[in-house]
């Protein structure tokens, strides 16, 4: 199993508890890369949910400012899947 699938595992249920499409993107310079992607699609805006200095999460809704503070989860489960 490759680290995007790996990764992606971690976003699935968040994307089920969000009821949206999420992906996750590492800041590479001035470059964002995905690096996992989760939930259905409905081709519709994206709009960045959380932002720091090395991640950039998206999701194909605007999220409240508790969903955001539930995002930085996300974040938390990631670093640990990747040391």
Do not use: H
């Amino acid at each position: 199993m490759s680290d995007f699938e790996k990764l992606s595992e971690i976003l699935k249920p968040y994307a089920k508890i969000f009821n949206t499409k999420i992906w996750l993107c590492e800041k590479i310079g001035r470059r964002l890369s995905c690096i996992a992607r989760a939930g259905e699609e409905t081709y519709s805006e994206s709009y960045i949910v959380y932002e720091d200095q090395k991640y950039v999460l998206f999701a194909e809704r605007e999220f409240s400012d508790d969903e955001r503070e539930k995002a930085k989860n996300i974040i938390r489960a990631v670093e640990e899947a990747r040391g």
